[in-house]
Each structure stands twice: as structure tokens, then as C-alpha cells.
């Protein structure tokens, strides 16, 4: 199914009121605007929706005449008119459109083929937009969010982001929304020195930095590479106007897993040269757990707890207000494990210990399973 106005991604539900208890399942996708199967010229604005050529075609085109049998009797007769917009029945009908808890109505107004490979449909999209920039004619707004939920690979991110400089040399500006879905992108396909680039040179790329999209920042980058990026995305939260890690719990979570981590590198971190030994991190964590364990206990549970169906942290698909809740749970848990590594042990920081394990029963929801377990064996 394809839709105009509205950005819709993932799997949707249909239920079409074309025939009773009909519904259809399918991906929502994009099409350019115009001339429609139903013989309607669409624009931008307008809420429409295009079935399936299977289920376009399965409601025939009915012309219903009144016949002359006798001059003194008539009746109506009606014939099938295939491909005549005018006398198609499934034109112009209202379907429901269910997604994520929330129903739109729109109207049938055309046909669709198949769906365009992602890829395919992501390089029509860039074309639209590299030729809109170089010709510096309007280019719809809506075009960078379906660049970045198309693109697949950091490369092709890496080529959306090269032209923002293009659309702030024509005096276009981007809102947060972009923002926190270019980071949300950037880090779902592990290109997070790329969000840290592009946030970095404001003047440059112009996109805005918000509370989220800093957030988003700093996830990207707090486990996968060098914890100096992580510092440099958590300074940037500040410069932004907003609290730092000294004042952000799921900031000051995140760094301090990302320090721990430094001593236990990854894999992807020793390519990015973080196997040297460096005193810094352990100067920088010395002062960080405090911060964490004062931000901790001084903020109210209900503030940052996530909601009882977020176990199994499936961060991809919370609510983007939500995630930072289920990283502040994420980054707690893994910070306690990080404690028990023999390379942290050596430290000596046996005394964080306890309140790292208070912190931990605050803010993360524990798994109903693993509860009623605890209260059979008592």
C-alpha cells in the first residue's frame, strides 16, 4: 500500500471497508503524487491510499444503464467496464488504517504494482533530491525523512548527509524532528562517528541538536567505539544547552559503561585504537561514579523507570520519549556486570558496588518470571 501526507514505516494492518470483515496486511511505502487509477489528480496534502492491483482489480468497473424494452417499459441494465476510472466501485471508498495503536481513514484513489526494492526506492529518492539542490529549485521537506529511513548502509547515510550542506546553502533549515531521526538512524546502522560529525559542525550541517537526538548521540557510540567519543558526544549535549553528563542520569550512565568498558575493550574498539593502555579513563571514571551515584539516588524512580512491557529492552521499537528509560536500565545492568571484570577489579572500586545494585533494583524493571521464581523459593 502506498500513502501520501503521512510517514508510515514497518508492517500495518488494513482493514478495508470494501467488502465486510476484509482486511489486507502489507509495507507501506512511497509514491510520488499525480494522476491516479481513479482518474483524480492527488497532491501532497491529500490523505489517499493506493491498494494492491490484486485488490484494485478484484472490484470491477459496473456501468448501469436504464434500457428501453417497450415505450411503455424500461429497466436497468448494468455491464462490467473494465479500466474506466469513472465506473470503478473500489474508487473513492474509505478504508481504515490501523498502525501502532493509532487508525487514519483515507481514500482509495489508486492502483500500485509491486514494491520497489528498498535500495531502488532510496536512489529515485536521492536523485529527486541531488537534482533539486543543484538546480536550487523546492525540494518537499518530507524528502530527507524517507532518505533516512531507506538508507541501509552507513554509506548511503554517508551520502545523504554530504548534501546538508547543499540545503543550508538555500537558506532551508531542518527542525528536531530530522534530527532525532537522522540520529536514531545513524545509530541503528552503527554509523555513530558520522552523527558525531555532523552534530559537531553546526554551521556546517544545521542540524539542531536536541535533548533526544543527544541522547541518541551518546547510545551510538558508548559501547562500539573509543570512549573519547562518547565524552566528546556528552560535552556536546552542554554546549547545546542542555545538562551534561553531571546533571543527565542516562548520560552519566552511559559514560560511565563506556570508561568501564575502555578496560575491557571490544573488538570494534580495539580497531578503532582503544587497545592502548591510557591512565585517562580511569581518572575520568574516579569522577564519574560519584555523579552517577548521587543522580541516582536523588532521582525519583518514576521518573526514569520504564514501563512494565519493556524487559527485554527491545529499544528499536519503544517510543523514541521512552528509549532513554531503557538505556538509563540497560547502561545500570551492564555498569554492574562491568564491576565483576577482573580488569575493572584491579581499580579497586568494590566500594560502588552496593549502591551500583541499588540503583539497578530502582530503575529496572525486573522480569515478572524471574519474581514469581523468587517468591516460590521463599
Not at 141 to 151: D, G, P, R, V
Not at 181 to 190: G, I, K, S, V
Not at 207 to 224: D, F, I, M, N, T
Amino acid at each position: 500500500m502506498f500513502f501520501s501526507r503521512r510517514i508510515v514505516t514497518g508492517f500495518l494492518i488494513t482493514a478495508v471497508a470494501l467488502v465486510k470483515a476484509q482486511s489486507e496486511s502489507g509495507q507501506a511505502t512511497y509514491f510520488e503524487v499525480g494522476l491516479g487509477a481513479c482518474g483524480v489528480n492527488n497532491v501532497d496534502t491529500d490523505h489517499i491510499v493506493a491498494v494492491s492491483e490484486a485488490l484494485f482489480d478484484s472490484f470491477p468497473c459496473v456501468v448501469t444503464a436504464i434500457v428501453n424494452i417497450t415505450p411503455s417499459n424500461s429497466a436497468m441494465h448494468s455491464e462490467l467496464s473494465p479500466g474506466n476510472p469513472n465506473t470503478d466501485t473500489v474508487c473513492n471508498r474509505v478504508i481504515t488504517i490501523s498502525y501502532g495503536g493509532i487508525t487514519q481513514q483515507a481514500t482509495v484513489t489508486d492502483r500500485c504494482g509491486l514494491v520497489k526494492p528498498r535500495s531502488e526506492r532510496f536512489e529515485t529518492v536521492f536523485k529527486y533530491l541531488d537534482d533539486g539542490l543543484t538546480a536550487q529549485r523546492d525540494v518537499r521537506k518530507t524528502t530527507w525523512m524517507k532518505l533516512f529511513q531507506l538508507a541501509e548502509t552507513p554509506a548511503q547515510m554517508e551520502r545523504v548527509a554530504a548534501t546538508f550542506p547543499r540545503w543550508r546553502a538555500m537558506r532551508k533549515s531542518f527542525d528536531e524532528a530530522d534530527a532525532e531521526l537522522f540520529a536514531r538512524r545513524c545509530d541503528e546502522l552503527n554509523c555513530g562517528p558520522l552523527a558525531l560529525t555532523v552534530f559537531s559542525d553546526h554551521p556546517k550541517h544545521g542540524l539542531p541538536l536536541s535533548h533526544l537526538a543527544g541522547l541518541q548521540l551518546v547510545h551510538s557510540l558508548h559501547l562500539r567505539h573509543p570512549v573519547a567519543s562518547t565524552v566528546t558526544a556528552s560535552a556536546l549535549l552542554k554546549t547545546s544547552g542542555f545538562h551534561g553528563p553531571e546533571g543527565d542520569l542516562p548520560a552519566c550512565a552511559m559514560l560511565v559503561s563506556a570508561t568501564l568498558e575502555s578496560f575491557n575493550p571490544s573488538d570494534a574498539q580495539i580497531a578503532d585504537g582503544e587497545a592502548i593502555p591510557d591512565p585517562r579513563p580511569a581518572q575520568l571514571l574516579r569522577s564519574l561514579l560519584p555523579v552517577l551515584k548521587h543522580l541516582s539516588s536523588s532521582t525519583p524512580a518514576s521518573l526514569y523507570r520504564p514501563p512494565p512491557s519493556a524487559p527485554a529492552y527491545q529499544h528499536l521499537r519503544a517510543r523514541f520519549s521512552e528509549k532513554p528509560k531503557i538505556w538509563l536500565a540497560e547502561s545500570l545492568t551492564k555498569i554492574q556486570s562491568q564491576l565483576e571484570s577482573p580488569e575493572v577489579k584491579a581499580l579497586r572500586l568494590g566500594e560502588h558496588a552496593k549502591w551500583v545494585g541499588d540503583a539497578v533494583a530502582k530503575f529496572v524493571p525486573q522480569d515478572p518470571a524471574v519474581k514469581s521464581v523468587e517468591a516460590g523459593a521463599q
